[in-house]
Nanobody
Framework: QVQLVESGGGLVQAGGSLRLSCVAS????????MGWFRQAPGKERDVVAA????????YYADDVKGRFTISRDNTKNTVYLQMNSLKFEDTAVYYC???????????????????WGQGTQVTVSS
């Protein structure tokens, strides 16, 4: 059974930074594509960033490019999302997701992922 647990969310002022972590249990993440998504109230769950199994292939949503960075530490079975220059509109619940098949590239759609964390709230005050 694969479990993903996010942490690192919280309340931050606009312009500040947060680093989200996603720790996996039940599988080794190194062979799998991973993604970060976010969902604000009344909106759909949208991709923020995604990384392929080899870490060399990444994807960022246009509104976070240059501010957010996705990375992985396979020794810790953890994927990170470093968020800098946060804006009020970044406020949302952030979810970590894992592909169910190995050796995949960065995936941009929520339906392509098989495993999800419970989410962590990020609130940016203006």
């Amino acid at each position: 059974q694969v479990q993903l647990v996010e942490s690192g969310g919280g309340l931050v002022q606009a312009g500040g930074s947060l680093r989200l972590s996603c720790v996996a249990s039940g599988r080794t993440l190194s062979r799998y594509a991973m993604g970060w998504f976010r969902q604000a109230p009344g909106k759909e769950r949208d991709v923020v960033a995604a990384i392929g199994w080899n870490s060399a292939i990444g994807y960022y949503a246009d509104d976070v490019k240059g501010r957010f960075t996705i990375s992985r530490d396979n020794t810790k079975n953890t994927v990170y999302l470093q968020m800098n220059s946060l804006k009020f509109e970044d406020t949302a619940v952030y979810y970590c997701a894992a592909d169910g098949s190995p050796w995949g590239s960065a995936l941009k759609r929520a339906g392509q992922y098989d495993y999800w964390g419970q989410g962590t709230q990020v609130t940016v005050s203006s």
